[in-house]
Structures are given as C-alpha cells and as structure tokens.
C-alpha cells in the first residue's frame, strides 16, 4: 500500500500489519489486496471511480483490490482516526460482506 498527500512524500506499505493515524487527508494506492479498518474513530472514503462515499466507524473494515485508488479522511474536521492495514486472503464469506 503506497500513502500521500499533498505535504509528503509516498510511503510503501510492504505486507506486514501496519497502523496510521490519520489528521487529515490522505490518499492509499493499493500494492497488495488486503483489508482496511478502523482502529478509532470514523473515516469518509472515497473510491476512484465510484458514484458513492464509504464511510466507516471504530471495527469496520473494508477489502482493497491490488491497484485500488482510495481517499480516505477523518468524518469529522479536525478530528482524528487511526488505520490499520493487513493484506491477505479474503473468504468466500468475507466477500459478500466487503
């Protein structure tokens, strides 16, 4: 997963766990499929390409396509979130709920 924003360079996630706290917003160009929760708070994501908004509370968790572009930023302004990134398979069961 590969983070950004206007203000920073890049950063490559490779496909260990990894944690974010997000003040603001950010850009997430998927390197590896895998899931992306919510750690705290609440976070508006927007897909590349997709008519609606996602937002996500505190245990949601969403899968990413290798490839995917996403924005994602705190719901409320000012306010902060945390992410938690974990690539790997997801189940038959997991799919229908992504």
């Keep these: 997963m590969i983070l950004e924003n206007q203000s920073s360079t890049p ?26 929760q919510v750690g705290t708070g609440q976070v508006w994501l927007t897909r590349d390409g997709a008519l609606d908004d996602i937002v996500l509370a505190r245990g949601d968790r969403l899968w990413l396509d290798r490839g995917e572009q996403v924005v994602v930023e705190p719901w409320s ?14 189940t038959s069961a997991e799919a229908v709920a992504a």
């Design 11 to 36: 950063l490559r996630w490779d496909g260990r766990p990894r944690s974010l706290r997000l003040a603001g917003v950010q850009r997430i160009s998927v390197a590896q499929a895998g899931w992306l």
């Design 77 to 90: 302004r000012g306010a902060d979130a945390a992410l938690v990134w974990q690539h790997g398979a997801q």
